[in-house]
């Protein structure tokens, strides 16, 4: 099994309506994040995780929201979906060999809101 | 504004030829990682270095940290189609507590046979 795993792959959703993206890991690392990507952007992180129950934001953290109720698993919920939230989000985590080692990322979610 | 500034944007050469990716900023970083990332996919870590000056070598890649940790490159020897890419840079400033990581823009590379 992939060691982290993004949900769902691929949304379309329309403007207003609250959309959830997962994120789920089985490396058993403490530290979790949020990117989005954009064409000229680059990576953006959006909002980080230090421990269960433990976030803060990221630098583009408007309009979203996190949860994580378990080691496992972090939650992106976009609260009232936009098209300026039309991109490529990625998850990543960090915590094996190493805090500033390196992450590790999921295979991305794209949605794109009409 | 990138706190990362990679150049060049874009790189088509032919298999065979070398290459170098650059990486840079006004900023220290306490590490720095080279990711490369191909379509619909999520990026994967290629290195990572963490001592100015230090030089890291995986087979034809070779990655060179700036002794006052505040750029990198990134050279390619002989480059193959397979190292098509997008390679981003990554850095953690030294005030960081929590491993969040400024991300380049990235430099889209395509080796044609």
């Known amino acids: 099994d992939a060691g982290i795993t993004q949900s769902p792959r691929h949304k379309v959703t329309e403007t207003g309506t609250p959309v959830t993206l997962r994120c789920h890991q089985t490396?058993?690392?403490?530290?979790m994040y949020w990117y989005r990507q954009d064409p000229g952007h680059g990576l953006r992180l959006i909002h980080y995780s230090y421990g269960v129950k433990d976030t803060d934001k990221g630098e583009v953290s408007d309009g979203y929201s996190v949860s994580r109720s378990k080691t496992e698993d972090f939650l992106l919920t976009l609260e009232s979906a936009t098209s300026s939230q039309t991109s490529v989000y990625f998850c990543?985590?960090?915590?094996?060999?190493?805090?500033?080692?390196?992450?590790?990322f999921g295979s991305g979610t794209r949605l794109t809101v009409v | 504004t990138q706190l990362l500034e990679q150049s060049p944007q874009f790189l088509s050469i032919q298999e065979g030829e070398n290459l170098t990716v650059y990486c840079n900023s006004s900023s220290v970083f306490s590490s720095l990682q080279w990711y490369r990332q191909e379509p619909g996919e999520g990026p994967v870590l290629l290195v990572t270095?963490?001592?100015?000056?230090e030089v890291k070598k995986l087979k034809r890649l070779t990655f060179q940290f700036g002794d006052a940790r505040k750029d990198s490159s990134l050279h390619i020897t002989a480059a193959q189609p397979g190292d098509t890419g997008l390679y981003l840079c990554a850095g953690a400033q030294t005030t960081d507590s929590w491993g969040k990581l400024q991300f380049g823009a990235g430099t889209q590379v395509v080796v044609t046979p």
């Open positions: 490396e058993n690392h403490r530290y």
């Open positions: 990543a985590t960090a915590g094996g060999t190493g805090l500033f080692y390196g992450y590790t």
């Open positions: 270095v963490v001592t100015g000056g």
